[in-house]
Each structure stands twice: as C-alpha cells, then as structure tokens.
C-alpha cells in the first residue's frame, strides 16, 4: 500500500469572513446538529498554492492555472517580450525578437493555445472553454513554439503543437492535480486531499453594521454617513485535515525524490501559516495553527473530525479540542491496532514541540 502522511491541524480565527457563499455569507455546514462556520478545500488550495512560502520554496517548480494563455501568447508575440516575463507581470522590459502584426498574430496563438483545450465560440476568441493548469515544461515549450513561429514567419506545424506532456515538475499539479476534458491522458490525479475545515464549536453567523465618513463633510447640510453597509462575520476554532499520497506525489513529481521533499515541507508550512484572503482588509483575521499532529504510515488513512462530532462549549475550547482529538486517536488505535507507523506533534497551546521537528518529519530526511 503507498505511504500515507496525514496532517490534524487545529487554527482559531477571530471574527472573519475568509470564506464567503454567493449571498457574501461565511460558509457554514450542519454537523452533529449544529452550526459550524466552514473554510472549503478550493479556498484553503488556492490560499497555500498562491503563497509565499510556495514561491520561495519551490520556485520555478510551479505552474500557472488561466484560460488566458492563448490571450498571453498573443502579446508575447505582437510585443517581442517573452511569455514567462508576461506570465510574472513583467511587461516594462526590453523585446527580445522582433514583433509581428496582431492579425498574423492571432491565428497562430489560436493553434498554440487549442492544443490545452477548446477555445471559446468565435473567430478572435483566445480564451480556452476550460481552466487549463500549464506545467512549467509546457510554457517554456510554448515560449520555444512562439520563438520559431515568429522567427520563420510560418504557422505552427502539428509536431509544434504537440505541447502537452507527462513528464512534471509543477509541485502544484502534482499535488493538487490536473484535469484537461480534451486530453485526458495528460490529467493527473491529485496527490493531496483536503477537507473542508469545519469549526469544533457551535457558530452562529453575525451581522456587522458599519458607517464610512466623509472627510470634507463638515456636517453644515448633511451630518450623515458618506456610506453605509452591513457584512457578516463569524469566529471559531477549526479542524483541517490533510492526507497526502506520497507515493504519487512523487510518482507525480517524476520520481524526484529531492522536490517530492520540498513540495511536502512548503505544504505542510503553508497549512499551518497560512489562511485564505477574504476580507483580510476588514477582520485581519490572520492565525498560525495552535496544534498539529502529523502521522505518517501504510495504513489507510482516517479523518478525526469525530471527536467533533458533538459541538465543544468548554470555557478552554482550545485545550479541550486537544485532548479530544489525542482521545480520539488513542481510542482509535485502540479498536483498530496502530493507524500510523510513526506520528509528530506541535502544540503551541502548551508550547512543545517545533514547526522545524514537523518539517523533518514530513520530509524523507526523517526515515
């Protein structure tokens, strides 16, 4: 059986609306009969995916997910600058080949870009139907493509258009996997499964009435607010699990060992540090985890979402929710025989253990 490592993380947020539904609502769930605030998997993803510490730690092993590309290719090639340079938002460089017309442009993006997917209705259209997540060997593929178009001054061939590739290094794809509904032998299942992260207490959802003023009105005519508006918030404090399939994370990563380690550092880092951005601006509502337990075995994999299944209302809710999920975990081991080879914790309630110690742990330095 492949090698499982799964992460418990306890994170207590003060009035927040990091998640919001279509109604600009915190998201909410019914467990056990009661209310809880919720943070879904998509959000927490993209929030890890798009951090810092995915930046610094992996680099140029990341790739970028848009219906743009076609969009980019266009200007790469009308502009003279290169795709990469568009991509990271460089766009006041010096062109490194010489330009061409937007109208030889436009088809020869439009065969580039369809190779990832269908593009939407119509003649100009660069825009491909479906998020496509481009590995970084694919774009410096396409940056290879529009350099020889555009130097030879003919259309893509079919062998140019032969863009997609198994061969993988994006750690985002790898772990949060990729699926191309036209190519589907270029998909990648993802690696590392997420849970929506769900609140171990009873929540209930309040409404926030608040004014803005106008600086220049001086209350002669008027004393009223220049605004007013109402948002929702909510606190609690959350259970988030995370299983990773190590095993295909790095039959996924190619079998490279050394970035398979990487990739399971900066994401269990990124877990614990960092929350997604919906109305930061408002609440602030930024937290480091209060507890993680990591466990690491062949064994299938369980959630202890259980031990919450009752709402919490102790007065020491955070130390409360440790104590359950260890009860809940030795009880488990106890019915079932060990549910992990080897386990780790940092408990910040209590102050032992340390975030370097888990990220030993979780990299291939520990075995």
């Known amino acids: 059986m492949s090698e499982f490592i799964q992460l418990h993380i306890l ?78 938002g460089k766009e006041k460089v010096t062109a490194v080949f010489t330009p061409v017309p937007s109208e030889i442009a436009l088809p020869w993006s439009r065969e580039i870009a369809g190779a990832f997917g269908k593009l939407k209705a119509g003649d100009t259209s660069l825009e491909i139907e479906q998020l496509a997540h481009f590995s970084p060997e694919e774009i410096a593929a396409i940056e290879q493509v529009i350099k020889k178009t555009v130097t030879s001054g003919a259309a893509p061939d079919e062998e140019d258009k032969k863009l997609l590739t198994r061969r993988l290094s994006g750690a985002d794809i790898a772990m949060f996997g990729r699926m191309l509904a036209g190519s589907p032998a270029y998909n990648f299942e993802a690696a590392v499964q997420v849970a929506h992260a769900i609140t171990v207490n009873e929540v209930a959802v309040e409404d926030d009435y608040f004014t803005a003023v106008d600086d220049l009105n001086r209350g002669e005519e008027d004393a009223g607010a220049g605004h007013l508006g109402e948002t929702e918030f909510a606190a609690g404090l959350f259970y988030l699990y995370l299983c990773v399939n190590r095993d295909l994370l790095k039959e996924n990563l190619g079998k490279d060992e050394a970035l398979t380690d990487k990739a399971l550092r900066a994401l269990t880092e990124a877990a614990v540090k960092v929350a997604p951005t919906g109305k930061q601006a408002s609440f602030a509502s930024r937290a480091y985890a209060s507890y993680l337990l990591v466990e690491r075995g062949s064994q ?68």
């Open 11 to 88: 994170v207590s947020y003060p009035p927040s609306n990091l998640n919001r539904d279509d109604l600009g609502r915190p998201k909410t769930a019914t467990m056990g009969g009661t209310q809880r605030l919720r943070i879904s998997s998509q959000s927490l993803k993209r929030a890890w995916r798009t951090s810092d510490i995915f930046s610094e730690a992996l680099a140029d092993k990341l790739g970028v997910r848009t219906k743009e590309m076609g969009v980019l290719i266009q200007k790469s090639m009308t502009t003279g600058i290169f795709l990469n340079d568009l991509i990271s």
């Open 300 to 367: 299938q994999p369980r959630s202890l979402s259980v031990a919450y299944l009752t709402a919490l209302r102790d007065r020491d809710l955070l130390g409360t929710a440790i104590n359950s999920l260890k009860k809940t975990k030795e009880k488990m081991d106890n019915v079932y025989g060990p549910c992990s080879d080897a386990s780790c914790e940092m408990n910040a309630y209590t102050g032992e253990g340390t975030l370097n110690e888990v990220l030993d742990f979780v990299a291939d330095n520990h075995a």
